[in-house]
């Protein structure tokens, strides 16, 4: 072997030189034909795409804000993605900042961390730490000035220093350190500045708070028109179910149509009637004798008692009258009564005891993990029948069992389970039944993960927890789960009861049309009738000029409606600019809109009066009702100099006026589906993969 290339040594290394040369030369024009990662398109915004490149400029430019101060990175974006997409809505608006804006800022900066005992920051220390150009790092920060700007044009925010805002930020941290959150919240909403208002913007406002209306109507239904609707064929059905397959019942807009299935439970459960036990307990003559004698100051004698005795000294009667009781014979009755009462609630308190401790004995070998037990395949608990028998043998009452396996039961379902239903959990913690019901286990792992406590609530997207969610939470500690017994549950006759739950199922969206056909081809047939009234507004107008409302509220069936004085939009200081609740109506915007539309199209409270009926009629198609209102206008009430005066807090008006217009597109201007629509941003893949 060696012997060979000793001989071609000389030929060998020509070949690898010659190798060598042509893999050197080979390399660049090869690369040429590779793509490169950075040119990766991660979307588009118009014609333009949004490469890795653009974010890992990004990217860097945030580590560059991040190192000149913290509180700048918390006021610049959420992520690369959204800074990009701010900073081209921001070019396309002319929004930029100068040198000297960028060197205030860091003045800025500077004298509020001395002043907070902090040391000062320089760009050229950052761009040096960071790898980047001083040059680089001003950019950076003046695309920073440049978005709270424009932060400040979407959201309908006025100016605000960069200073102010600092201040404002650096001022909720400390009330975060302290734990006072309304001092945080407050300080928040300051970083973001006041709503953009003017005078004739807040007299309108006010106006609409105060100038009232009066009116007389009646609903027409879709009764008359259920036989002319057609049926609707599969692609309407189909179209339905997707539009409302996530909603509540009742909370898809604007019909009110919703096919998410609720949480359900299948339940079974043993009941002690207090009544039953009471049968059952003897009171013993001298049980009741001693309940008398130590507690004679339950039974006083009363004033006509103490005069038949006839007249006594008065210091002898004032005494006699503080001690005297009545006779054991005239409150034998009462006291077994009560004693019996009290007997029954202990036995029924007993037997339930009882019975929990047979369960949880059955149950006792199942092995446990996080505090519940796991039974294994097959396994099958002791029937509460059997329980019963055993109670009945043991304490001579014969308890209850109610077995609902038969069809699943919603929350408003457990409420009217006889007996059991208004009951409540015996433990230091008062619950109601419902809520321990749907407390099990399956129902606690479908909550959404608990939000970390250092997350800012300010720049979150998820939902805060709703009520019911942390309630179920809160009693998870109880440890409820499907096949086990609950804790003992009292009612308010002193009955006691012990349920198990069979079975457990989520509130979850259907995944087919088939789980809620019947339900979605009857909205399906009524919104088909719907618009068939809604066609026939022309007439029913018609008729109501010319007959007046009472009529047709006769030959339609509806009841005529005379509903108190409303204005359009409530005065409510907690932010709530939804329409007011009208009797007979509803909360519906579009109704209350028409209305005043019309009352305010004549000049004038004394011009409405002197219109005619006809004139002061409308007609208006109420969704969520599935109904068409007549309307007639019999006052309006504008509002008067008194109450424009009473202006209230100039900030807080602000705030409700900006929602009142713009309503969510405030807070959710730069969300990222907002964000997405006003740029055209087309994303190729998710960001969080790059």
């Given at each position: 072997m060696f012997k060979f290339f000793r001989e071609y040594q000389k030929r060998i290394l020509a070949v690898g030189i010659t190798f060598l040369m042509v893999a050197f030369l080979i390399q660049p024009t090869l690369s040429m034909f590779q793509p490169n990662p950075l040119d990766e398109v991660l979307g588009t915004i118009g014609s333009d795409q949004v490469t890795v490149a653009d974010m890992r400029g990004a990217r860097a430019e945030l580590v560059a804000i991040q190192g000149i101060s913290p509180v700048l990175r918390r006021l610049a974006a959420r992520d690369e993605l959204q800074w990009v997409l701010m900073l081209g809505e921001a070019e396309q608006m002319g929004l930029s900042a100068s040198n000297y804006q960028v060197d205030a800022l860091i003045d800025q900066i500077n004298r509020i961390y001395s002043e907070m005992?902090?040391?000062?920051?320089?760009?050229?220390?950052?761009?040096?730490?960071i790898g980047l150009t001083q040059g680089q790092v001003r950019q950076a920060l003046a695309r920073w000035l440049a978005v709270q700007h424009y932060k400040e044009l979407v959201t309908g925010l006025e100016h605000i220093s960069a200073d102010e805002r600092l201040i404002h930020f650096l001022a909720a941290g400390q009330y975060l350190q302290m734990g006072?959150?309304?001092?945080?919240?407050?300080?928040?909403?300051?970083?973001?500045?006041?709503?953009?208002?003017?005078?004739?913007?807040?007299?309108?406002?006010?106006?609409?708070?105060?100038?009232?209306?009066?009116?007389?109507a009646t609903a027409v239904g879709i009764d008359e028109y259920l036989d002319q609707a057609p049926e609707p064929d599969a692609a309407a059905l189909t179209e339905l179910f997707e539009q409302f397959k996530d909603d509540e019942p009742g909370e898809g807009q604007p019909y009110g149509f919703g096919y998410r299935i609720p949480d359900q439970v299948r339940i079974e459960y043993l009941w002690v009637p207090q009544e039953r036990a009471r049968k059952a307990v003897q009171i013993e003559e001298?049980?009741?004798?001693?309940?008398?004698?130590?507690?004679?100051?339950?039974?006083?004698a009363s004033d006509s008692d103490t005069a038949s005795e006839g007249p006594?000294?008065?210091?002898?009667?004032?005494?006699?009258?503080?001690?005297?009781?009545?006779?054991?014979?005239?409150?034998?009755?009462?006291?077994?009564e009560r004693l019996r009462d009290e007997h029954a609630v202990e036995l029924c308190t007993r037997m339930i005891k009882t019975a929990r401790a047979m369960l949880l004995e059955d149950a006792r070998s199942l092995p446990q993990k996080g505090g519940y037990s796991i039974p294994a395949e097959g396994w099958q608990p002791i029937p509460l029948s059997e329980v019963a028998n055993r109670l009945q043998e043991q304490f001579g009452v014969q308890a209850d069992v109610r077995r609902h396996d038969n069809r699943w039961l919603t929350h408003d379902d457990i409420t009217l389970l006889p007996g059991l239903g208004t009951g409540e959990v015996v433990t230091s913690r008062r619950a109601r039944l419902v809520d321990y019901v749907f407390s099990s286990k399956p129902f606690i792992d479908a909550l959404p993960?608990?939000?970390?406590?250092?997350?800012?609530?300010?720049?979150?997207?998820?939902?805060?927890?709703?009520?019911?969610?942390?309630?179920?939470?809160?009693?998870?500690?109880?440890?409820l789960q499907d096949a086990l017994p609950s804790l003992p549950i009292r009612s308010f006759d002193g009955s006691r009861y012990l349920f198990r739950v069979i079975e457990s199922r989520p509130a979850r969206s259907p995944d087919t049309l088939a789980e809620v056909h019947g339900r979605v081809a009857q909205d399906a047939k009524a919104l088909a009738a719907y618009r068939l009234l809604l066609a026939d507004r022309d007439r029913w107008l018609a008729t109501a000029k010319q007959d007046?409302?009472?009529?047709?509220?006769?030959?339609?069936?509806?009841?005529?409606?005379?509903?108190?004085?409303?204005?359009?939009?409530?005065?409510?200081?907690?932010?709530?600019?939804s329409a007011p609740d009208i009797d007979g109506v509803g909360s519906s915007e579009d109704f209350v809109s028409a209305v005043f539309n019309l009352a305010t199209s004549f000049e004038g409270g004394v011009a409405l009066a002197s219109a005619t009926p006809a004139d002061r009629t409308l007609a208006v198609g109420v969704d969520a009702a599935l109904s068409l209102y007549l309307v007639r206008i019999d006052r309006y009430e504008p509002m008067t100099r008194r109450q424009y005066k009473q202006t209230p807090d100039s900030t807080t008006m602000d705030t409700l006026i900006l929602?009142?217009?713009?309503?969510?597109?405030?807070?959710?201007?730069?969300?990222d589906d907002a964000l997405y629509a006003r740029?055209?941003?087309?994303?190729?893949?998710?960001e969080q993969d790059e």
């Open positions: 005992g902090g040391d000062p920051v320089s760009i050229s220390a950052v761009a040096a730490e006072y959150f309304p001092g945080v919240g407050a300080e928040l909403a300051a970083t973001r500045g006041r709503p953009r208002t003017s005078e004739p913007m807040r007299r309108w406002f006010q106006n609409d708070q105060h100038a009232g209306v009066k009116i007389t001298a049980e009741a004798l001693a309940y008398y004698d130590e507690n004679q100051d339950q039974f006083p006594t000294p008065l210091a002898e009667s004032a005494e006699s009258s503080s001690t005297k009781t009545e006779p054991y014979e005239r409150v034998r009755s009462r006291i077994i993960p608990v939000r970390k406590k250092d997350q800012n609530p300010q720049e979150s997207q998820e939902e805060p927890e709703s009520f019911e969610d942390n309630v179920r939470r809160e009693l998870a500690i109880l440890r007046g409302i009472t009529a047709v509220a006769e030959s339609s069936g509806g009841p005529v409606l005379s509903p108190d004085s409303f204005v359009r939009r409530p005065n409510s200081r907690q932010g709530d600019m929602q009142a217009v713009v309503g969510d597109a405030a807070s959710d201007a730069l969300a740029t055209s941003f087309s994303p190729n893949r998710g």
